[in-house]
């Protein structure tokens, strides 16, 4: 996801961010069929009914060995009618993963196994393409079944020595109203990564938290996890948020959707401003208006 530095500690700190940014995540676990993944919804369901999240969303994270995975598994308010379509094809990826704040424009080409998503990734602010960081994700439809959609976006390397980026979302058909989104992020990393997570986690990282609750102090406040899990625990909202405000902007006509998936996604992660908050929705709304409109030249040429 390069990147402007006043020092050589905020570079590695910065540039940890934006890698962090770019997916999240050790090789995820994959249901790979309908039934797998229909039998982790029946596993979930009392944690997807009941949840500090005011929705139906389980968020899962671990870290070992030099790897980093996160899990959302979540009820999505459109029917798999909707949602299979809409979660295929690069340029509709591309909708959904602009949204991030990280994430400054994305280009795609090619078909079949030649497919490539490109991911230009920056800081929090406006940016010229030149001092972003492009990484080039190969993209595949997995399975597309009428009640099964697998979709993998993978890449071999990333900035500072991250290596082996996996994105992979799976979906099944719940009801006539709602989808079953399973959503995995992942990523290895080595010593240079480390040594900038480090310094990220002592600067710019230092007082953010993620959702999982560690424990609770004497007063009954929760008390979140931090560190690596908590970097990938925001990252893994923010994206699963993204899917979620494309699928219901996709219901309006074209002309509308843009406007309806900023709006809704920048509110949606100030429900949660603890973990999430950056900027404020004025000045993410006219980034992002920026950012896209750059991105739809792109395309017309």
Sequence with gaps: MAVLALTRRWHAAAAWSLAVALCGLAAPAIAQDAGA??????????????????????????ENSGNLKGDVYAVATQPFTVA?????????????????????????????????????V??????PL???????????VLANNADYLQVKLSADDGPLGTRDYRIVLEAIPLDERSSFIHMSYSYGYGMAARVAMQSYLGTLGRDKVGFSIV?????????YVGGVRGVVERNAMRYYLAIDAFLNASVLPPAQQSERRIGEWITTTERYARQLHEMDREEYVAMKRKELARQQAAVKQ
């Design 215 to 223: 424990e609770r102090r004497a007063d009954g406040s929760p008390n």
């Design 37 to 62: 993944l229909r039998a982790k919804q029946a596993a979930l369901s009392e944690q997807l009914a009941s949840n500090p999240f005011g929705r139906p969303l389980v968020l899962e994270s671990t």
């Design 122 to 127: 920056g800081r929090k602010f406006d940016q």
């Design 130 to 140: 030149e001092d972003t960081h492009k990484v080039d994700f190969s993209y595949r």
């Design 84 to 120: 299979g379509p809409a979660l295929q094809g690069m340029g509709h990826w591309c909708d959904i993963l602009m949204l991030h704040l990280n994430v400054k424009h994305c280009t795609w080409r090619g078909t079949g196994n030649d497919s490539t998503l490109s991911l230009y």
